[in-house]
């Protein structure tokens, strides 16, 4: 069973403000990961970190930023939501190394308007 | 460049029949890995099997098993006797160290089992 934790998991805010989605995992897995995902469509992965004070953009440009503090935390802030932000956000854990697999967390529906 | 194929974007099957969701691969690493997910209406990602490029055994849980062929770079997944339950979308992925050891996501099947 994994244990990773994302808050909150539905968000409607309007345009403009700024969001935090929160990201924990109790594992204490190195490698953490943000996914931005349309309902059932494919995995985009925006930033990846692989420990304290790593951070990484991924393949899909995104206006969003990460930090990693903590081992455990890995929060994605948006500093102004659009309408465009509008999707589900994934967050996953792995340890370090390519052979292992990720876990992934409930995920946060963000809707924009 | 790493990529993975899922061809079958929807599938439907009728509860007790088999279906076989397909997966082909490219990469250039010769150590990679394949990994299946499930992704229920709920949302969360549940890690299904992970397999290294060096081991070519089939395997089998319970209703499920997977076929894995580096000679066609396929990873297919088979479910025997559905059941409504298993309706949901299915993401394969590859693991290699040329990408960083990131995952790259195939665009997902969806199945649907109807009762």
């Known amino acids: 069973e994994a244990d990773i934790y994302q808050t909150p998991r539905y968000l409607v805010i309007g345009t403009g403000k700024k969001i935090t989605l929160e990201c924990s995992q109790t594992m204490g897995h190195d490698k953490m990961y943000w996914y931005q995902q349309d309902p059932g469509m494919e995995l985009h992965l925006i930033h990846y970190s692989y420990g304290v004070n790593s951070t990484e953009k991924g393949d899909l440009s995104s206006e969003s930023t990460v930090s990693r503090i903590r081992t455990e935390h890995f929060p994605l802030t948006l500093e102004s939501a659009r309408p465009s932000h509008t999707s589900q956000y994934l967050c996953a854990s792995s340890e370090r190394r390519s052979s292992y697999e990720q876990y992934f967390g409930p995920g946060t529906r963000l809707t924009v308007t | 460049a790493q990529k993975v194929t899922q061809a079958q974007t929807e599938i439907s099957v009728v509860e007790k029949e088999d279906v076989t969701l397909d997966c082909v691969y490219e990469?250039?690493?010769?150590?990679?890995?394949l990994f299946w997910y499930k992704q229920p209406p709920s949302g969360e990602l549940v890690f299904l099997i992970r397999r290294n490029s060096f081991d070519e055994q089939n395997e089998i849980s319970g209703r499920y098993s997977w076929n894995f062929q580096k000679s066609t770079s396929s990873f297919n997944f088979t479910i025997t006797a559905s059941q409504v339950v298993d309706s949901a979308v299915y993401f394969c992925?590859?693991?290699?160290?040329?990408?960083?050891?990131?995952?790259?996501f195939g665009p997902g099947t969806r199945l649907s089992v109807l009762p």
């Open positions: 990469t250039r690493d010769t150590t990679y890995y």
């Open positions: 992925a590859l693991s290699a160290a040329n990408y960083g050891q990131n995952f790259v």
